[in-house]
């Protein structure tokens, strides 16, 4: 997620007042910038004193003290539950994200798996409350990614500071008042349209899986669509009726994939997921049709993406961040001080963050690669 000039700022005093003295390159290293961008921040910081710029460094004023970095918050003996579907795929990461933040607190973090099976995400959430979970971070198993009507009302009936994690309910819904973190998975798609749109593709195809993702993947592709003033394409027949299988699944999206392009319909595609884009494109290649020459595509999740024979260009959610902002967010429910966070513990009202995903270009959209 790209940082706010003053989040730059702040990143680059906090490892200036820790080490005292680094090179620009190695700081534009370790903060994902660009050196261009970098060395406007430092000039920005050494005309306020803050910092000073020396041969190629940047170095901490001579003869100020360098403060002790803050403690780290402590939150020894509390203990964070959390319910996810599975840490088999997608939410390994989250989870990842989760522990180191929980653990780098001081607590301990235990898991609960529903397996999408019905009524098991509250019955895994009240068996770790019975354990000793001071709060819950949950992922609840609701098909579209937000629950339907009536349903979901037990995520708001707990004793205990409840943070939603890649799930958020609609307005009007008592589980909307919330705390929630997710990734912003419409911006993703979004995104994934307007960089085929600046390779000049016209009439691009959305192919997704029936999952909690789905929803928000298709409304951000149909704003860009209409914001891009693309043209309109056919929606794909797992728009209409879902899936009855894995194997029914590929057969009507290589079916939809391969009449659009023969007709001259379709130009690129975004695919959900990555791995659906690796079974995908061997198969329309051995169709006559050719990615990224007749096919440009794009993948999301990003999962294994770059292991592809052809290496696929994907829009990546960041999964631990999101793991970790939404353990951040339960602890200070909790009461643990996070020294980043400027309202102070469990304070200010309930917050919704949304975690912008990245888009990392590679060979199957007929672009040349400009990240790993």
Known sequence: MRLHVDQRHERVLELVRERGSLRVAELAEELGMSAVTLRRDVEALAAQGLVERLHGAVVWPSGQARPAPAAAPSAEGLVVGMVVPTTDYYYADVVRGARRTVEAAGARLTIGLSRYLPDEDAAQARR?????A???????SWERGSPEQGEGLWTVEQDTPVVLVERSAPLGHPA???????????HGAAEAVAHLAGLGHRAIALAVQDSPTAPRLRVGYRAAVEAL?????????????PSRSEADRFERTLEYLCRGVASGHVTAAIVHSDADAIVLIPRLQARGVRVPEDLAVIAYDDEVASLADLPLTAVAPDKQAVGAAAARLLLSRLGVDDPTDPTGPGAGARRHLDILPTLRVRVSCGAAAVAP
């Open 128 to 132: 770790l409350l019975s354990t000793g």
């Open 134 to 140: 001071d709060g819950l971070l949950l992922t609840p």
């Open 176 to 186: 909307a008042r919330l705390d929630r973190v997710r990734s912003d998975h419409a």
């Open 229 to 241: 003033g693309l043209a309109s394409v056919l929606p794909s027949p797992l728009d209409e009726a």
